[in-house]
């Protein structure tokens, strides 16, 4: 649930710039990601895993689009329009499409059109000089209310009862990205949500996650929050992953190109000069429920039901390359044992 949510939040295509390598020293972060264009020093002609192959089609020293194979059979395609040099929108498979806004020549929005939202959305860009620093993008309360449903319904299914819902009052994504000179050392990704919670929904998922014996605080909850005039309890909701990234010293030939990612781990290795070599992924689901002084009642052995950090799986990978005479690499073999092969236009 965690991954689908953030992975929603960011499923973004984006087309920016990428340097020359031999100006590894004195490069901006990024590659100058910011002004929308791509123009590589070495072309990359497909990118295959296994059956999945994806040929990239070139006019001139601009991708014109990329064309999704399974095996011998063609997919589908994904298409790339530029003003001049900038690329201004990227049409995806399926009527999806991204759209890019810019200001001061850097791009200051990022607008897509999925098929899994319900209108377009807008992520605005920030940046530390010309190095993209983030991603910030508002959650609708149509969202929000869609998200708490699903979680604190398989909570709640899981006792035995039913999610009747409250009242969704925010959320908000941020991703913060981390330089260690021209490449991606940490990637943060955050979504928090807010939430009005009716008492009686809250003493049901209570019960669902502290049992039974929660049921004699049942009344004390109740009136006190009556006391207090309050109705509903509000829920915030905050989930948080930490990616710490390790690279090598060879060219990244997807340098500057961010043209097809499904979710924001795949930044980093877009926008890092150098190839990743290792992965670190941690985070955690963190919840407070505002009980006022209510809380200080109540026994401590119920404290995690009024706020409570989740710690997430911690995950870690490795990346073995194999490159060729120009430092390129012609192969990357995960430690999971998945493998990615590059061609390049000679």
Not at 272 to 298: D, F, K, P, W
Request: net charge negative; charged share 15%.
């Amino acid at each position: 649930m965690k991954k689908t949510l953030l992975a929603l939040g960011a499923t973004l295509v984006l087309g920016l710039a990428a340097c020359d390598p031999d100006d590894s020293k004195t490069a901006a972060p990024g590659g100058g990601a910011s002004s929308g264009e791509y123009t590589p020093t070495v072309k990359i002609a497909s990118i295959s895993d296994d059956d999945d192959i994806d040929r990239w089609n070139w006019a001139s020293d601009k991708v014109t689009s990329i064309d999704h194979y399974d095996g011998a059979t063609l997919r589908n395609t994904t298409t790339f329009t530029y003003d001049g040099n900038q690329l201004t929108k990227i049409d995806l498979p399926g009527s999806e499409s991204i759209e890019f806004t810019y200001s001061g020549g850097k791009i200051s929005h990022v607008t897509m059109a999925h098929h899994d939202l319900p209108m377009p959305i807008s992520m605005a860009v920030s940046y530390n000089g010309d190095a993209m620093s983030g991603l910030s993008m508002p959650i609708s309360e149509a969202m929000v209310q869609q998200l708490i449903a699903e979680m604190l319904g398989d909570m709640m299914n899981g006792g035995g009862m039913d999610f009747k819902g409250g009242k969704a009052t925010g959320g908000s994504m941020q991703v913060d990205l981390t330089w260690n000179g021209s490449n991606v050392s940490r990637m943060v990704n955050t979504m928090s949500l807010t939430y009005d919670l009716p008492v009686e929904q809250l003493l049901n998922l209570a019960s669902a996650m502290m049992g039974s014996e929660i049921a004699q605080y049942a009344d004390l909850i109740r009136n006190g929050l009556a006391m207090m005039g309050m109705t509903a309890v509000p829920l915030n909701l905050t989930i948080a992953d930490t990616t710490d990234f390790t690279h090598d010293q060879n060219n990244n030939p997807m340098h500057g190109f961010l043209g097809g990612f499904e979710d924001p781990e795949s930044l980093p290795g877009l926008l890092s000069r150098n190839n990743i070599v290792s992965t670190h992924q941690y985070g955690s689901t963190s919840y407070r429920l505002e009980l006022g002084a209510l809380a200080s009642m109540l026994p401590e052995q119920y404290a995690q039901m009024v706020a409570n950090t989740m710690p997430h799986e911690s995950d870690r990978e490795n990346y073995t390359y194999q490159y060729n005479a120009k430092g390129y690499p012609t192969s990357v073999t995960s430690s999971y044992g998945d493998v990615k092969q590059f061609t390049y236009i000679e």
